[in-house]
């Protein structure tokens, strides 16, 4: 009886020690607050900042950045060369590069995604970062049907040479975006057509990725866990077993989290608690630069706000400065315009001020003399963040100066960005982060159509300006272009700059390799723990 | 028996017995208590806000969240808004939805039970199968599809709420009204021909009135407490108007920083619960009619 008993505590001691390494390994698991549930997994169907996040640690484009300087490194393309006149791109693909699954990464892989990124049915909202590619926008349209016409061709397996439409200066730096990621054509297939936005070759077990970590666990607003890749060609530099995203409902779960030490840190500190931290716990707070607008968009397909000198006139009448003090606790500074101040040595000349003399001149001009006969306008915003006491402090500054009357409406992530698609909206909370850093990045998303333009705004003088910056090879020539641009896009208003980002982030001492860069660009692979090194 | 021999007494117990009720209420201190408060936070909540200097909506964003003081008792939010004020305001609206729901309730409940109850039989089978069936549903996600799908208007609010919460009481009010359907009162009116609507509203209701009565003061906590939960999830009143719900919420938010948003409006609605559930307690002992024979 004894000799069993024995047995059975032994065998029990046995059945634990596997999950005893186990929990070493987790210990060695960075572990990550995401700002919502993502709204998918796939590289192609995606427009979030969340989503950027979970795809850059499981997919990785031709190149990467140095976490800390920001140049541009190798990544899937171990080197490439580029013609003089700066159009033909010709990458070597990495020998070492392979799948999660062990196949190896060729030229047709990025060639497969870049086509599927584009085909028509796909319908992806950010198909317009390829259009750089030469015929790329035609294809995307719809007005070629033949791919081989399209500036990329597999010359062979480890040869891509890339044609593009105009000299492109951040071409090389715009590879980290999720929208130039390579699909394995066999992963895609094996779950629905190359065009099908409904397959479910994203779930966990299913994907295929090439990142330095893959998926494991999806389970809807619980986690989302990414084991090591072992056939990532640099697995030997990645220092992280795992990662695990946790969704969270609020940056008020988010923060809370940090203190009872779920994830090891945030990158988005709700402003109201930046004083307490400021005084309390100075060591984990960081205020970081961050290239990133603010801005509210307007629905000009919807009167009153059809019109500019109603638009002009809103967004002239929203103060700040006392938005960044005092909503933000200083962790924003004022935005006059769509781009950011100093981006890649561009600062918009064009500006909207505060000022709300003129800002009743217009809505008079407009047939609203002191807000009279305006319908009430809803502000929408997304459910998180501070977005709710902006919103309430802008209805008041409109209330306020202009006599407008506001209603205010919270929609949860997936929903919200819906209604903003759909044009469902009166004034919706924007924000646009650089995805790559030039001022094209900001200007491209307000053409005719543009999938991320989501105003129905369209100005033929504006879209001739980007088309002509685009293919304009003189720098300085380049960004007056884009000057002109942004003084019609201001002029119009289809947008209501609000402030400039400021990274919010609460780090834990143990995370190491984390340098914070003004695009927040994260590179998981440079990643350690403290705690898991002997 | 002996109640035949002197049917005198029998007449002036009649009258007594609401006589009764109100002085045994009167002895119940904790429903004494519960009356003033909540007559004291009614009068507060209409004529408060003219007697405040600050209105809910202004904002002072340069003073910001500010602890209590001599010029904002309660102290002001985070967008500078004086929280005194801003607890009046919601508070009006907080009571309204709490008696204005349970004004629908009731109409509601008490008519679908009453005409339950005096039909019997097979209408009466199928009337409560229903109340079962949305019984079983839950209730709070029922309220969130209606708000959504109706929009955000306060009205709607209300009878949205008021729409799910009339159940119990349709239950109540047809228990009561099954057993008073066999009296010899209700069989004597019909031997008059009455109307059947006359003999519901004239004869049955009134003889149920103190259940219903009862119930109602515990149906007004239970719909503030939905309101104050609907408006946490950020569905019920629209900013800049509050409500104690969404006072309570964006408190909760900062209850680290600033502890007082949190502190008032939490008072003012567990103060409010506490009166209507302790003069809920009195009134159904009060009106308790086993109680009478004392």
């Known amino acids: ?534 | 028996m002996g109640e035949t021999k002197e049917p005198a007494h029998v007449v002036e117990h009649g009258t007594s017995l609401w006589k009764d009720a109100w002085r045994r209420l009167r002895r119940n201190h904790l429903a004494v208590f519960g009356m003033a408060m909540l007559t004291l936070m009614i009068l507060l909540v209409i004529v408060g806000p003219w007697l405040s200097p600050y209105s809910y909506e202004t904002q002072d964003r340069a003073l910001g969240a500010a602890a209590p003081s001599a010029s904002h008792w309660f102290g002001t939010d985070t967008l500078g808004r004086d929280l005194f004020t801003r607890i009046l305001y919601g508070g009006r609206i907080s009571l309204m939805v709490g008696f204005a729901a349970t004004a629908v309730s009731l109409t509601i409940g008490v008519l679908y039970g009453a005409v339950a109850g005096f039909a019997r039989g097979r209408a009466d089978a199928v009337m409560m199968r229903v109340v079962d069936i949305l019984y079983t549903m839950p209730f709070t996600v029922i309220v969130i599809i209606l708000t959504v799908y109706m929009g955000k208007s306060i009205v709607l609010l209300f009878m949205a709420i008021g729409a799910v919460e009339w159940l119990t009481m349709a239950r109540i009010v047809r228990g009561q009204v099954v057993s008073l359907r066999e009296k010899e009162f209700i069989e004597a009116a019909e031997v008059m021909g009455l109307s059947r609507r006359r003999i519901i509203l004239r004869h049955l209701i009134p003889n149920a009135l103190g259940p219903i009565i009862v119930y109602t003061t515990l149906t007004i906590p239970a719909v503030m407490l939905l309101e104050a939960f609907v408006s946490f999830l950020g569905m019920g009143v629209q900013a800049p108007m509050s409500s104690w719900g969404v006072l309570i919420h964006d408190g909760a938010n900062t209850m680290e920083e600033y502890p007082w948003m949190l502190i008032f409006p939490s008072i003012a609605l567990s103060l409010t619960l506490f009166s209507l559930n302790f003069l809920g307690d009195g009134l159904r002992d009060a009106l308790d009619p086993r109680m009478a024979k004392e």
């Open chain 1, 1 to 534: 009886m004894r000799t069993a008993l024995t047995i059975l505590v032994l065998a029990a001691l046995a059945s634990t020690l596997p999950a005893c390494s186990g929990g070493e390994k987790s210990s060695n698991t960075l572990r990550v607050a995401a700002d919502t549930e993502p709204a998918a997994l796939d590289p192609h169907l995606v427009t979030g900042f969340t989503e950027h996040r979970l795809l850059t640690s499981m997919f990785e484009g031709l190149t990467t950045l140095n976490q800390k300087t920001l140049a541009v490194e190798p990544g899937a393309a171990e080197s490439w060369t580029v013609s003089d006149d700066g159009l033909v791109y010709t990458f070597k693909i990495n020998p070492k590069a392979k799948w999660s699954d062990g196949t190896p990464l060729t030229a047709k892989d990025f060639v497969y995604g870049w086509r599927r990124h584009l085909s028509l049915n796909l319908a992806s909202e950010y198909s317009y970062m390829l259009w750089c590619i030469k015929n790329a926008e035609a294809y995307n349209k719809g007005q070629l049907t033949d791919f081989d016409e399209v500036g990329a061709k597999a010359l062979d397996d480890a040869t891509l040479e890339v044609t593009l439409a105009y000299p492109a200066p951040y071409f090389l730096s715009m590879q980290i975006h999720y929208s130039w990621f390579p699909v394995l054509q066999s992963n895609i297939e094996a779950f629905g057509k190359i065009d099908d936005r409904n397959s479910k070759w994203t779930r966990a077990g299913n994907m295929v990725s090439n990142g330095p970590f893959k998926l494991v666990e999806w389970n809807p607003n619980q986690i989302i866990r990414v084991e090591r890749n072992e056939h990532y060609w640099d697995a030997a530099n990645v220092k992280l077993d795992a990662i695990e995203f946790y969704p969270m409902q609020n940056l008020l779960t988010e923060e809370r989290s940090f203190q009872s030490g779920k994830v090891h840190f945030i990158e988005t500190l709700l402003a109201t608690k930046i004083e307490t931290y400021r005084k309390e716990k100075p060591e984990v707070l960081r205020i970081e630069p961050f290239i990133g607008t603010y801005f509210y968009r307007f629905n000009t397909t919807r009167p009153p706000l059809d019109d500019p000198r109603v638009r002009r006139a809103l967004a002239m009448a929203i103060d700040r400065q006392s938005i960044c003090d005092s909503v933000m606790y200083g962790a924003a500074s004022p935005a006059v315009a769509l781009t950011p101040p100093e981006l890649a040595g561009y600062t918009a000349k064009a500006r909207i001020d505060f000022n709300v003399e003129e800002a009743r001149r217009f809505l008079a001009e407009a047939g609203y003399p002191n807000g009279q006969g305006l319908r009430p306008i809803e502000i929408l915003f997304n459910d998180s963040e501070d977005h709710e006491r902006i919103a309430e402090a802008i209805q008041d500054m409109w209330k306020l100066n202009l006599n407008v009357e506001v209603t205010t409406n919270k929609q949860e992530w997936k929903v919200y960005l819906n209604t903003m698609n759909a044009l469902g909206y009166d004034v919706v909370r924007s924000a646009w982060i650089a995805d790559y850093l030039d001022p094209m990045n900001y200007m491209e998303c307000f053409v005719t159509g543009g999938g991320n333009n989501r105003t129905g705004w369209s100005s033929k003088p504006y879209d001739d300006l980007v088309e002509q910056a685009r293919y304009c090879v003189d720098p300085v020539q380049r960004y007056e272009l884009l000057q002109q641009a942004e003084a019609i896009l201001l002029e119009e208003a289809p947008i209501a700059p609000i402030y400039t980002y400021k990274q919010k982030l609460l780090v834990s001492p143990e995370v190491q390799g984390y340098d914070i860069n003004p695009i927040g660009y994260l590179n998981y692979r440079s990643f350690s723990l403290a705690s898991a090194t002997p």
